[in-house]
């Protein structure tokens, strides 16, 4: 039995501790879900600026194909072409109130990953765990492909594909496929396949669930087999683009770039398209005959193909956008899947909320109005009436509310004001709005990099985990 | 001043130190040699394979462009394009005998670089220096391009460029350029340039000065400037064909090879070439257009041009062959320049030995006969006169002998011994007679071989420097 084979069965021994309740068996879906020389195939790449601080330490771990950046801890963990990205980790000596509380960090915080699995797996760190605030965990977990782990610790936790858990505290949990929730502290959950959860404690609570069926049709994964469905045959089409990307140490651009944005080399740019100022370009992303306007943003594992985007637009994590028109301000959610087709194509109005884990697939063009916010299951124009509300409806909501599968508790005003103020935070932090010096995000900060490419060992008992590796900074 | 520039000033220090007797000025040498943004341009790769004990450790350097393999540590250094090549270095538990005595390693040897630098050099361990077996040192010390530090450890010396200082032991000791010394234990020496100069103590002494003029015409380095010469010319002009290698992270090979051969995929490959079985071609070697029989061997920085190999042939570190056909066993010593034209080829008998730091540069065809030893500066089939003689004739010299520039002290019978014993001995670690696992060399030890790939700090004070990497074996 190889090293890695051995370090597999380790981790299913630690997440099934965890997972005894909900009682859930982790093995058979991760035993022989990833073939044991793939592990061997592909490099880690940690990024270097000059503006993120600086510490890595990889022990006895695989690190194909992934991505990091800021501190970061991985020990006796697989990580197999995932993003880990750090460039939100608190600093040493910042200060956070908590419900009244005042705490400061005494450290950087750090990402420490352990003990743990994550496949095509998006990390990004803003941890909204008040309780660890030093050290960003990921614990005992396994998380699928194209899950996303946003600004949420885990411990003893299992992602199915496609599923995303946003600014959280999870211990125990597991979340189905396609699933969404951003609800807090949560202990000993299992979620649904498809269910689309977001809470505020004390303010608002928004449910829905996809009619029978439809997730499936998009993403589903049955033990032993690899995950299936429209989703993941659409990211496979697109595999192969990023061959030539992978291939090259300073890959080049296709695409001209002002001086205020950044298109990571290691993000796909074909065909014909534009690239405004501050925009932002994350690696991962695929940007195909589209053009992106002033501070729009494409973020990790997101796909924008033959689509305008008038400005400012956020495509979070996972988001794909496919024959669209998307007005200034338009936010597409998480994972969302808005597909036009050449004869179907898909208008979305000015400041738009599309909601994570949406799927609009077009049999017929649809416009959707400004200022709406969009969910569920869409597919022809007459399917918004029970998928969408104004801004302004969604505001005077107080108390219960349903429409749909979707249904709503508490104070409408405080859900879309929560929405926008973290639209103008994710534009903030990301660069939108650079003018000067002040203002620079991500597409600023993360200009000046550059990438050191980390391969496992080739041969051997060891083939595929990587020698143990530590990096820190030059102390002059 | 930038840290790196602070760097530089403290290495000058340093070998200063060391340089006062015989007293050498090096700053002129080296400041501004390297332009500072160049040391941000170029990553350091370490390779990793299986066969070799690994440990890396970088601190306070900056490593573009350089190759490592095997166990090392880097400390307030500066490596610029160099090779450090520790596939060589004795294991622990090794018992090696000195003049009688025995002596067990009690560590794995370790390569040590410590205040030094070091700039397109060669760096091959396999340590004659029986006083510190576990580590190979290369402390206060500046080599300069092309040189050649080969199984010898360095305290305190300059080497100029294209100098080779093989099988030694030197402490406080200047090399002039394209000065080749294999001496043993050096202490407070000044060699000239162009000097070349195989000691074995009590056994034979080799001499050999080039006229008046030659060296210069070839390499010359004068203070302030970057060194000149046709030996540069030489180099320069092929420089572009390295880019595309090292632009890919695993760059393809454009010659077919067999299973028992290596070609690293940082080597250049163009036009049309054989590679026989058995046949080793180290990264940064150029062959173009050219046959390598079976077992032959193209080391670090050679090249090898619009030749044939019959065979079993070595190209040492930095040997050039252009123009010429080379018979079963031909050796071609470090540094030499076999440089024939179209219409002025040159052909070499089977066995013959080039001494290293050899100059053939055919002004019309040359033949030199088989079992010949071959030095000095040649341009024309008459220089063979005072510049070869039989390796038979040579077996037969006692005592004092002088040919042209050359003179001998000493048995010609071991100094034929010493070369060809060393010469079966490349062959074999290199692979050359490998028929099952017993008598594998490195052409067999490195095919299971991955590249990790370092890159500097891109931006700010500390541009152009690494940060600190410690790289350790994975212990299952």
Redesign the interface.
């Known amino acids: 039995m190889r090293?890695i084979e051995?370090l597999l069965e380790h981790i299913i021994t630690r997440v099934s501790i965890n997972l005894r309740k909900p009682y859930f068996d982790v093995a058979p879906y991760v035993r022989n879900l990833v073939p044991v020389d793939s592990h061997?195939l592909y490099?880690a790449f940690y990024a270097?600026?000059?503006n993120h601080p600086?510490y890595f330490s990889f022990?006895?771990s695989s690190l194909a194909g992934t991505y990091f950046l800021g501190k970061c801890e991985v020990d006796h963990s697989i990580l197999y072409k995932s993003d880990i990205r750090g460039d939100e980790l608190k600093a040493k000596g910042s200060t956070l109130e908590f419900d009244g509380i005042k705490v400061t960090l005494y450290d950087d915080e750090i990402i420490r990953i352990k003990d743990s699995m994550l496949v095509k797996t998006l990390v990004h760190a803003n941890s909204h765990n008040p309780e660890s605030l030093e050290i960003f965990r990921i614990i005992n977990t396994v998380a699928l492909h194209y899950s996303n782990i946003h600004g949420t610790t885990m411990e003893g936790c299992l992602l199915m594909p496609f599923a995303t858990v946003d600014l959280s505290m999870c211990h125990d949990c597991v979340f189905g496929e396609f699933s969404y929730v951003q609800a807090g502290d949560l202990s000993h959950e299992k979620i649904e396949k498809g269910r689309i959860w977001v809470r505020a404690e004390g303010a608002f609570e928004f449910n829905y669930r996809f009619p029978d069926g439809v997730v499936d049709k998009y993403i589903s994964l049955t033990p032993g087999s690899k995950p299936k469905g429209e989703l993941i045959d659409f990211c496979e089409s697109r595999k192969e683009d990023f061959i030539p990307i992978?291939?090259?140490?300073?890959p080049e651009l296709g695409v001209e770039v002002p001086e205020s944005a950044f298109v990571s080399p290691y993000a796909v740019v074909k065909g014909n398209c534009k690239v405004g100022n501050n925009v932002l370009v994350s690696q991962r992303a695929y940007i195909e005959s589209s053009s992106l306007g002033d501070g729009a943003n494409a973020q990790e594992s997101c796909y924008i193909v033959n689509s305008t985007y008038d400005g400012m637009n956020v495509t979070a994590h996972g988001g794909k956008v496919i024959n669209a028109h998307l007005g200034r301000k338009v936010f597409t959610g998480f994972n969302s899947f808005v597909r036009g087709k050449a004869d179907a194509k898909i208008t979305v109005g000015k400041e738009c909320i599309i909601m994570p884990h949406t799927i609009i697939d077009a049999v017929e063009p649809i416009t959707i109005p400004e200022r709406n916010l969009v969910w569920g299951y869409i597919t022809k124009q007459a399917d918004l009436e029970a998928n969408s509300l104004s801004l302004d409806e969604v505001a005077k909501i107080k108390g219960q509310f349903r429409l749909g599968n979707m249904s709503f508790d508490g104070l409408g005003s405080a859900f879309v004001k929560a929405f926008q103020n973290r639209i103008e935070h994710i534009l903030e932090v990301n660069g939108a709005y650079c003018d000067c010096d002040d203002t620079k995000g991500h597409a600023q900060e993360t200009q000046?990099?550059?990438?050191?490419?980390?391969?496992?060992?080739?041969?051997?008992?060891?083939?595929g985990?990587?020698?143990?590796?530590?990096?820190?900074?030059?102390?002059?």
Chains 1, 2 share one sequence.
Not at 246 to 250: A, E, P, T
Not at 457 to 462: F, H, N, R, V
């Open positions: 090293e051995k061997a490099y270097l600026t000059p600086l022990k006895h992978y291939s090259s140490v300073i000046a990099i550059s990438y050191n490419i980390l391969q496992p060992y080739p041969e051997g008992a060891l083939k985990l990587c020698p143990t590796v530590t990096i820190s900074p030059l102390v002059p």
